[in-house]
């Protein structure tokens, strides 16, 4: 009987110092985490639709929606939206047009996708420069080379963009001339992760619309 | 008669290279083949370990007469996952692309065997100076055997060491490196390094005492 109630006393003070510190460590952690989090989403809304203030116009289902405002002006929408990769949960910010028509930009902020394959669905520093170099961010010539996988969510040549219908499919082996506005190009040896991305796209833009029509319609 | 202790510098010696976690004990292995993609992320991974393993080894040697032996495996566990968990939570605040990089491996270093092993053939066993001591030498064998792992991979599979680009355009990445299978090759061929110097320093060993017992005998 001693012996039992010694175990248990052990187990519950141990049990409770752990709480106590974790709570204390919480704490103080809790609102950094918040703020790093913020400053990065903030970033990726400043990158995706330049110039203007996001105000947020949907936040349900694990979506949340900002339209890019310019004064009165709309420039564009920025979409957070997430789903399932080859691995664990891909995070992605999207950019549509102002009228929702085309796909203006993806951006992958967390994945845990194969190093090497899966993780070129991400934007790379050298991506992230050029199109910030480029005026109309359509670096369409680039379309079509499996590192480049994330660029033709921007543009893929002549202006065109992918369309925000919900009707994006996965293609290979196709050329940049071939490739029409509902078709991405998959990465060679990571259909998985390519599907994946197109997937949250397509079911993001088809979520942001019932919501907002759910609204009354924007 | 009292048990003659090991001297603390060979206490602290021994998780570099005669009881190295990783190449002698093959502890540790699921976050040493994982996260060793670049060399900062094995840095990353071995010093949240050890942060982990001394401030664990500290707590549990403090307290180790007062944990009965019934319930010692469940109180070193959540002694660990609070440590870990503190780390996660830091590294999140104050490093999130750290964090992000090593991603679920910090939560999982509650179940790296090399912590949870030491706890229970240390610092249940000794004082909090010699935990100490030990915890920080296995920690060191741990993150450096991590770094190396991490720099070969990296240097092979991006041309790249710590993120600046070494080897020149004209190299054509090993793309297999940064893959699994570069991980387990790698540690491979290191595995194969320390067992044939290890193998080479008995033997060297064995033919000196061979040697001095031979020039006894003559004498």
């Keep these: 009987m001693k012996i039992t109630l010694h175990m248990l006393a052990t187990l519950i003070v141990v049990g409770m110092l752990s709480g106590g510190a974790l709570s204390l460590v919480n704490d103080h952690a809790a609102p950094l985490i918040a703020e790093n989090e913020r400053k990065e989403r903030d970033a990726a809304i400043a990158f995706l639709v330049p110039g203007g203030t996001p105000t947020e116009m949907v936040n349900a289902e694990g979506l949340t929606a900002w339209e890019v405002l310019n004064g009165e002006t709309s420039l564009g929408w920025v979409i957070q939206y997430a789903g399932i990769g080859f691995q664990a949960e891909i995070k992605t910010m999207i950019a549509l047009d102002s009228e929702r028509k085309d796909v203006r930009g993806v951006m992958v902020i967390t994945d845990s996708e194969t190093p090497g394959l899966g993780t070129w669905i991400r934007l790379s520093g050298e991506q992230k420069e050029a199109l910030l170099a480029s005026d109309s961010r359509d670096l369409g010539d680039e379309v079509g080379i499996a590192q480049n996988f994330p660029l033709q969510f921007f543009g893929f040549g002549g202006g065109q963009h992918l369309s925000a219908a919900g009707d994006l499919k996965v293609v290979k082996g196709k050329t940049r001339a071939q490739l029409g506005t509902s078709e991405v190009q998959a990465i060679t040896a990571a259909t998985i992760s390519s599907v994946a991305v197109t997937d949250i796209v397509n079911a993001a833009v088809i979520k942001l619309d019932r919501l907002l029509a759910g609204q009354g319609g924007v | 008669m009292a048990k003659k202790q090991t001297p603390i510098g060979t206490e602290f010696m021994k998780g570099l290279w005669d009881q190295n976690p990783v190449l002698k004990a093959l502890l540790g292995l699921c976050p040493t083949l994982a996260v060793t993609t670049s060399a900062m992320n094995g840095v990353g991974m071995g010093v949240a ?119 020149p355009d004209a190299f054509e990445p090993w793309i297999v490196m940064i893959l699994p299978a570069g991980a387990f090759l790698t540690l491979g061929f290191m595995l194969g390094a320390v067992n044939t110097i290890t193998h080479r320093r008995e033997q060297a060993a064995i033919a000196t005492r061979r040697a001095a017992s031979l020039t006894v005998k003559e004498a």
């Design chain 2, 49 to 167: 370990t050890t942060f982990v393993l001394v401030c664990a080894s500290l707590l549990i040697s403090l307290v180790r007469k007062a944990i009965p032996t019934q319930v010692r495996i469940a109180s070193f566990i959540v002694v660990i996952a609070t440590f870990v968990t503190i780390v996660d939570l830091e590294m999140k605040a104050l490093f999130p692309a750290m964090s992000k990089s090593l991603g679920a491996f910090i939560p999982l270093i509650v179940v790296n065997c090399l912590i949870l092993g030491r706890q229970e053939a240390f610092a249940s066993k000794n004082n909090p100076f010699r935990s100490i001591v030990d915890a920080v030498g296995m920690g060191l064998g741990f993150t450096l055997t991590l770094t190396v792992l991490g720099a070969v991979r990296e240097l092979l599979g991006n041309r790249t060491m710590f993120g600046f680009q070494v080897l």
